[in-house]
């Protein structure tokens, strides 16, 4: 049982169609509150379908945001997304924060380093190197703190060292205070089995082929765009693929089902690793009538 105290901030974390939505509906319902995005791509418009974003009939049942007020083209980081969200940690009505972004939660409880952006032509400089050949460019410390034999980490600590003079160790060690302590919120990550969670992700599918998803890709089709971070919505970069003639629609749901399914395992992994603190509510075996406490 789960105890919901009506006042206190309230974080949904699990994987992608695991049910935070309407976990956050039934919270909004029974004490009130603004559902507030936790999602990196649902910040973004164009792909309201693709992304799962709230559709009418949930925007109607509770107040809702940071959901869609992201142009598309642009970029948008976890320190953006930081921003947005505080305003909503005092005053005004209660913030149910729901999401599958780890590091939007991690950020928002641990609090985050600002190191500014890899200029691209750093980027561009690293991947050319080899991976000693990067380590040899960190410092010890940062060193012993990251996995070397990832070579993404390792590019990532290379390129923070070379722009700011700075070691990646030294900027997390002057990482803020959080926004939001993890004691002053109640929080519950998703727990379900894989076998419900991939036939969730299945069905969800299509049915948002059926609520006209391919019709949301031929209106992005003209300003399609890898690079976008938008882009890498999952079932984006499919259904251009098949409206470009490269796949069948078969093909391009049957790879979006794939990559979902995939998308999920990585999450539940970092919430297992980093969300030891938190609640874990199985979503597919509990009444959510009985599986939570609400205090007056």
Not at 128 to 149: M, Y
Not at 161 to 168: A, D, K, L, Y
Not at 188 to 197: G, P, R
Not at 241 to 258: F, K, M, N, P, Y
Request: aromatic share 6%; proline share 5%; hydrophobic share 40%.
């Amino acid at each position: 049982m789960i105890e919901i105290a009506p006042h206190k901030p309230v974080l949904i974390a699990g994987p992608t169609a695991s049910g935070k939505s309407a976990l956050a509906l039934h919270i909004a319902a029974q004490q009130g509150g603004v559902i507030v995005n936790a999602d990196a791509l649902q910040v973004f418009d164009g792909w309201r379908i693709v992304t799962a974003r709230p559709d009418d009939h949930d925007l109607g049942l509770a107040s809702h945001a940071l959901y869609g007020h992201v142009p598309f083209d642009a970029p948008y980081s976890t320190g953006q997304w930081l921003r947005d969200v505080t305003p909503f940690l005092s005053g005004g009505q209660r913030p149910i924060i729901v999401g599958g972004t780890g590091l939007n939660f991690h950020a928002l409880t641990q609090g985050l380093a600002e190191i500014p952006a890899t200029d691209p032509a750093l980027r561009s400089q690293g991947k050319l190197l080899s991976l000693n050949d990067l380590i040899d460019g960190i410092d010890a410390e940062t060193a012993r703190k990251i996995d070397t034999q990832n070579r993404m980490r390792v590019q990532r600590a290379w390129e923070v060292q070379q722009q700011t003079g700075r070691s990646i160790a030294d900027w997390q060690d002057s990482t803020p205070p959080a926004s939001l302590p993890l004691s002053d919120a109640t929080l519950i990550t998703l727990d379900v089995s894989t076998d419900w969670l991939n036939h969730r992700i299945e069905r969800r599918f299509d049915v948002m082929l059926s609520q006209g998803a391919l019709e949301e890709a031929c209106a992005m089709l003209e300003v399609w765009n890898p690079a976008h971070q938008s882009s890498k919505a999952i079932g984006a970069p499919e259904l251009i693929a098949h409206l470009r003639g490269e796949i069948s629609l078969d093909q391009a749901r049957e790879a979006a089902i794939i990559a979902s399914r995939q998308y999920a395992k990585r999450q539940r992994t970092w919430f297992r690793s980093k969300h030891k603190d938190w609640h874990r509510y199985d979503i597919s075996s509990t009444d959510m009538s009985t599986g939570l406490s609400f205090l007056p």
